[in-house]
């Protein structure tokens, strides 16, 4: 049975009251730190702040996909079986990057530890920080419904650069609490966008690899965990990740695998049918 949908630019919408709930919640963290709140408070409110996107999803969800389930549609993004080789091949890549960058900064740079973490119980609990306050939030809005949608109009390619720059602009109150100011913080920004946009092109192509959305979360867990972990100036580990996933993402965008970013109907925009209105 045809579904019309009552909203005719869905994604807009998701993106406009995703900033919306996401900005207050922005600056309730910025609180929290002014008037020296416990830390746990803190990541409490930052956690709950990167969730903004489900939210706006979730609010959305009745007027995009009338008389289906918010559940189940959540559901269906994890039940395809996860490919061993498309993950393993994924981290392999983060893994790479992230080895590199730890073997430039280890030679360029002064300080005492090169690692932000000193423990292993630190370890655990940023690594799980970093998730909850992340690809676990984001990544059902952002990626299962946002780039899914304009998948059915686009290709792969083209729906990740929009959807990979908004993603990137939704980031923009975060930006000017870096405490860079300047041409610092211009290049920033620009090795930011750079960095966030080639990160999606990488991310659509795995997911639409496997179809299930374990998948772009581990990327995403990954770029943030790995980041965060060097201890470095801020704006050249950004500048080193964005040249190295920017290298990635062209040589996925050449290769295009099984024709997952352009050419062939794609599997995702065949199982994206499903939810077509």
């Not at 309730?28 to 956690?47: E, Y």
């Not at 630190?122 to 690809?135: A, E, K, R, V, W």
């Amino acid at each position: 049975m045809n579904r019309e949908t009552k909203l005719k630019r869905p994604v807009a919408s998701f993106i406009l009251l995703t900033n919306i709930i996401f900005l207050p919640l922005f600056c309730l963290v910025g609180a929290s730190s002014v008037l020296g709140f416990p830390k746990w408070i803190f990541d409490v409110i930052l956690c709950i702040s990167a969730w903004s996107s489900t939210f706006a999803f979730a609010i959305l969800f009745k007027k995009i996909y009338l008389g289906q389930s918010f559940m189940q549609f959540v559901k269906d993004k994890f039940k395809n079986k996860l490919q061993f080789s498309v993950i393993l091949i994924a981290i392999m890549i983060q893994a790479f990057i992230f080895l590199m960058i730890l073997f430039i900064v280890s030679n360029t740079s002064e300080v005492d530890s090169i690692f932000t973490v000193s423990s292993w119980g630190m370890l655990i609990y940023y690594f799980f920080n970093h998730l909850l306050s992340g690809p676990l939030g984001e990544e059902l809005g952002w990626r299962g419904f946002a780039q899914m949608e304009l998948q059915k109009k686009h290709s792969p390619l083209k729906a990740s650069i929009i959807i990979g720059f908004w993603w990137g602009m939704w980031h923009l109150p975060i930006w000017f609490t870096t405490g860079l100011v300047g041409i610092d913080l211009i290049k920033y920004i620009l090795l930011f966008m750079i960095a966030i946009m080639s990160t999606k092109i990488v991310m659509t192509a795995f997911h639409n690899l496997n179809q299930n959305l374990i998948v772009p979360i581990i990327i995403h867990q990954f770029f943030n965990f790995f980041m965060g972990l060097i201890n470095g100036k801020l704006v050249d580990l950004l500048m080193y990740n964005a040249i190295f996933y920017f290298v990635v993402a062209v040589l996925i965008i050449i290769i295009n695998p099984k024709d997952v970013l352009y050419g062939k109907e794609d599997t995702n925009v065949i199982h994206a049918k499903q939810y077509m209105v």
